[in-house]
C-alpha cells in the first residue's frame, strides 16, 4: 500500500479511468488503482453535469461555430457573460462573435477532446489559407456550468516542420 502512495505522491500520478497494478506491489493479484480517482473540485455549477455531458455541449459549438460557422449556436451554448482569457475578445457573446464573423472562415480539424468535470480540451489544428500563414495548433480549454460555456482559455502555437523528433503534432 505504501508503494502505491509514495508513487502517487512522487509521480503525481493520477488513475482517473483505467486501473494499474505495481509488480510487487501488494501482493493482491487485482489489479488496483495506483492512485484514487480524483474527486471533481467544487464547482458553482449546481448543475452537476457529466464530464461526457460537458464534452457534448462544447463539442457541438464548436462544430458549429468554427467548422458550419453557424453563430446561433452561441446564443445557444455560450453565457450570456462568458469570461475570456483571449487577449483579443473581451469578456460576453457580443465581442466574440464581433472577432468571428470580423476574420475569414478557416478550415479547424478536432484532433482529441478531453473532458473532465466542469472543464473540456480540444487539441485542434487549424489550417489557414495565406501562403505566408503556417498550419497552427491549438488547445482550447471551456468551463461549463448548467449547460452554458460560462470561461474559456487558449493556448496556440504554429505547427512547425523543422523537428527535433520523428512524431508530428497530430
Request: glycine share 6%; with cysteine; hydrophobic share 40%.
Amino acid at each position: 500500500m505504501w508503494k502505491n502512495v509514495i508513487l502517487c505522491i512522487v509521480l503525481g500520478v493520477i488513475a482517473t479511468s483505467a486501473h494499474y497494478s505495481i509488480p510487487g506491489g501488494s501482493g493482491s493479484s487485482k489489479p488496483g488503482p495506483v492512485c484514487p480517482p480524483p474527486a471533481c473540485p467544487e464547482s458553482k455549477d449546481k448543475c452537476k453535469l457529466s464530464a461526457q455531458e460537458n464534452k457534448k455541449i462544447v463539442l457541438d459549438f464548436y462544430t458549429q461555430v468554427f467548422v458550419k460557422r453557424n453563430f446561433s449556436a452561441v446564443d445557444i451554448h455560450y453565457a450570456p457573460n462568458i469570461i475570456q482569457h483571449n487577449p483579443h475578445v473581451g469578456d460576453g457573446r457580443k465581442p466574440f462573435l464581433d472577432f468571428m464573423t470580423s476574420v475569414k472562415p478557416v478550415p479547424v480539424a478536432i484532433y482529441r477532446p478531453v473532458a473532465e468535470c466542469d472543464l473540456v480540451y480540444l487539441h485542434v489544428k487549424m489550417i489557414t489559407e495565406d501562403d505566408d500563414s503556417k498550419p497552427q495548433a491549438i488547445v482550447d480549454i471551456f468551463r461549463v456550468e448548467c449547460g452554458k460555456i460560462v470561461e474559456h482559455w487558449d493556448v496556440i502555437q504554429p505547427v512547425i516542420t523543422n523537428v527535433g523528433n520523428p512524431r508530428p503534432m497530430f
